[in-house]
Structure formats: structure tokens, C-alpha cells
């Protein structure tokens, strides 16, 4: 039987079928593809130079707001992969008007190493004060893997990047809201004035002892009364301490001063625009609080 030229034969002697191709089709193939693409506008995001436009949910990277965390030391209890250190001391604060020393927990420090991290976000849901947030950020990596472990001062900076959730959907309900009674109810439990006890009654004077009853006459000792003290310092004594109220919060406008000039010395060091602001900010909110007080 003929085999033809453009077959192939098997290990049997048997034609396969299979046509040769010609040598430098899959070459011409391959360029006809670059071609295609290089006479098309290019998608492809120049980074670094064109930032990503990223979602609000974004897991980039862990930020830590600092005056939020009470060093319960749970997100470092729920991590699996235990790469959370903290390290905080306690100091005794006299109190303000009597009362006992007040303990406080100060952190000292909060570091993350994302050489281990897997992102699993177990630390940001389990922490009950939110003092940890999703920041989008992703550019922290380092030539040596030491370097992966980022302090609070690091952290802190990345909260500032912490962008705003996202808005609701179409069609779905926002949570309600408490009722105006329940939302006074704590307050007014808080103020309410501690109830002053009822003074008790003067004990009845008893009748003067009987010589047949004991009393030994006018030689004998006195007699004393079993009642309870009468005295109207001896009430007011037993009467609880009404309870201190809390200090106002102060309401006030950030100093404009103080941040232009925090702003510029934070943009001259080369600090991020957002960070500089969110620092700036935050100094000029303590230095108007400081004004109003003074």
C-alpha cells in the first residue's frame, strides 16, 4: 500500500496520519501574536509609577492605633502563627480626690512579623477595642528578612492609609437605631443621685434601774443604753461618698499653626503626604486642647 509523502510512519510500519509541518510555522505564529498586541494600546499599569486604585477591604498590611490598645494581649493569644509581640508595664496613678491608686497598663511595645504572618485577620476581628485595622498598603518589603518585624512606630504610620468602609449596597437596610430611651438610660444611671437613708429613730431613754432590779441605787453603776448612735455626724458618717463625676470631654477646632508647621517639617523629612497630615493633625489637636484647658 502507497504511504503518502505527509504521513508518517509508526514503530509498527503503520502511517499515523499526522502531517509534517513546516519548519519556522510556530516561530511565525509567535510574532504574528506580538504583533497583534503591539499595534493595541497598552492596559498594563506602569508601576511604580501609576499607584493601583485599591478596594477598601484590602489586606495589605496590619495598622495599629495605639491609644486604642489596652494591652490585653488576645490578639497575640489568637494568632496562629504567634508572630504578634508585646511588651507593656503598669503604673499606679494617685487618684484624683481620695479614693485608691489607679493601675494602668502602658504598652511599650507592639510588633508584627510579617515574615510569618499569613493574613488571616484573626487579630483584627478578635480585638475588642479596634485598635487594629486593614491597611491597603503593601510596599514594606526589606532586603533582609530581620527587617520584617515592624514596630508600633511603623504600624502607626500605616493607620493613617486605613481607607473608609465601604458604602451599602442597593437595596440594603442600614442598622437600626436605639431608641432615645435606651440611649439615656445608662447616662441617667450614672448621674442619678445616690438615695440618702433614712435616719433611724432616737432610742427610747430607758427608765432608771430599780434597787430590787440590780441597779445598786444612787451607789450603783450607770445605766447604758443598747441603742444605736443619734448623732447627726454619726449619720452623715455612715452616708456614702456621692460618686465623682466624669471630667467634660472638650470639643475643640485643631490649631491651624500648629499644623502647617508640623506639616512641613513631616513633608521636608520626606514622610508621606497622608501620614505628614494625619501626624500634623494630631499635634493640632493636642496643642488647641492645651489652650482651651489653659
Avoid at 438615695?195 to 450603783?220: D, I, K, L, V
Wanted: hydrophobic residues 35%; contains cysteine.
Amino acid at each position: 500500500m502507497a504511504i503518502d509523502a505527509e504521513q508518517e510512519v509508526g514503530p509498527a510500519g503503520r502511517a499515523s496520519g499526522k502531517k509534517r509541518s513546516l519548519p519556522g510555522v510556530g516561530l511565525i505564529k509567535g510574532l504574528g501574536v506580538t504583533l497583534k498586541h503591539l499595534l493595541q494600546p497598552s492596559i498594563t499599569q506602569q508601576y511604580p509609577d501609576e499607584k493601583p486604585n485599591l478596594p477598601p477591604r484590602t489586606r495589605g498590611v496590619i495598622a495599629l492605633k495605639e491609644e486604642n490598645c489596652t494591652v490585653c494581649y488576645l490578639c497575640s493569644r489568637e494568632c496562629p502563627d504567634w508572630c504578634i509581640y508585646i511588651d507593656a508595664h503598669k503604673e499606679t496613678h494617685p487618684p484624683a480626690a481620695g479614693g485608691r491608686a489607679r493601675s494602668v497598663k502602658v504598652l511599650d511595645r507592639f510588633a508584627i512579623d510579617y515574615a510569618l504572618c499569613m493574613y488571616c485577620g484573626i487579630c483584627v476581628e478578635v480585638c475588642p477595642f479596634d485598635a487594629l485595622f486593614w491597611a491597603p498598603d503593601f510596599e514594606y518589603a526589606e532586603y533582609d528578612i530581620v527587617e520584617m518585624t515592624h514596630e508600633k512606630e511603623r504600624l502607626e504610620e500605616w493607620t493613617y492609609k486605613v481607607l473608609p468602609p465601604p458604602a451599602l449596597e442597593v437595596g440594603a437596610e442600614p442598622l437600626p437605631e436605639a431608641p432615645a430611651s435606651a440611649q439615656a438610660g445608662p447616662a441617667q444611671a450614672e448621674v442619678a443621685p445616690t438615695p440618702t437613708p433614712a435616719a433611724p429613730p432616737p432610742a427610747a431613754a430607758s427608765p432608771a434601774p430599780s434597787p430590787a432590779a440590780g441597779g445598786g441605787g444612787a451607789g450603783g453603776p450607770p445605766a447604758v443604753s443598747g441603742g444605736p448612735p443619734t448623732s447627726a455626724a454619726a449619720v452623715a458618717a455612715e452616708q456614702p461618698a456621692p460618686a465623682r463625676a466624669p471630667a467634660a470631654h472638650i470639643e475643640v477646632e485643631p490649631d491651624q499653626e500648629t499644623y502647617d508647621r508640623v506639616l512641613q517639617e513631616e513633608v521636608a523629612k520626606g514622610t508621606d503626604r497622608r501620614v505628614a497630615e494625619g501626624r500634623a493633625k494630631a499635634a493640632a489637636i493636642r496643642a488647641a486642647r492645651k489652650k482651651a484647658e489653659g
